[in-house]
């Protein structure tokens, strides 16, 4: 009998920095090499939103930049922890960079902290201590980094096997469960209104998720 594909069904959440276009193409080969293996896959960019052009089109609406950026970045936050908690099954964690990026690490963290399996990717040789990576990081991945993106598929496939019979945590704290909650809903909100990639279809979801008073103007408050 056919073994059932691990690949086609575990969503795997791609991390790492994306505030330049040399960085989103590099996040982007990586999308792409786990796709290539059966993998679908989140890369926040591109299947969620990108801050810049979701805040751009909501300051055009007449919202303040403070409100539009506030109420944005919480969108964000939702919907990015839902999809580390409940959408994918596991992460791959870019680390190139002068530093590794911030919200990568927290991603990362969390990821870990729910048993999920991580792989790190870094081909980037400065490191921040005497040639080696900052061990609060590197220890998340057992000290043992992928240093070519062709290597990821199989690494991950490794640790998908391992992970099969590893206890995963019973519940989520409390504020957890909210974030995930708001960003579920925001997940489905954009997957009804076929809002990926178009960045006036997020602004008018999140402003309606996520603002003060939803749709309302401050004015019309």
Avoid at 78 to 88: M, N, Y
């Amino acid at each position: 009998m056919p073994q059932p594909n691990r690949r086609t069904n575990c969503r795997v959440y791609c991390a790492g920095p994306l505030f330049n276009q040399a960085e989103r193409n590099e996040m982007t080969a990586i999308a792409d090499a786990l796709a290539q293996a059966d993998y679908p896959v989140y890369l926040p960019h591109r299947d969620g939103m990108e801050f810049r052009c979701v805040r751009e089109v909501l300051i055009e609406r007449g919202w303040p930049p403070d409100a539009a950026g506030q109420f944005l970045h919480a969108a964000i936050f939702a919907l990015d922890i839902f999809q580390l908690v409940e959408e994918c099954a596991a992460m791959v964690w870019n680390l190139n960079g002068r530093t590794p990026d911030e919200g990568a690490v927290s991603e990362a963290a969390i990821a870990w902290v729910l048993g999920k399996p991580l792989i790190a990717y870094k081909d980037d040789a400065r490191s921040l201590i005497a040639g080696r990576d900052n061990p609060l990081l590197a220890g998340l991945v057992e000290f043992d980094l992928a240093r070519d993106i062709g290597e990821l598929p199989g690494r991950l496939e490794a640790a998908l096997r391992q992970a099969e019979s590893s206890p995963r945590p019973a519940a989520l704290p409390p504020a957890v469960e909210r974030a995930v909650r708001h960003g579920r809903e925001l997940w489905n909100a954009l997957n009804a209104n076929g809002a990926q990639g178009n960045s006036a279809a997020i602004a008018e979801v999140t402003a309606r998720l996520f603002a003060p008073g939803g749709n309302r103007m401050p004015h019309e408050s």
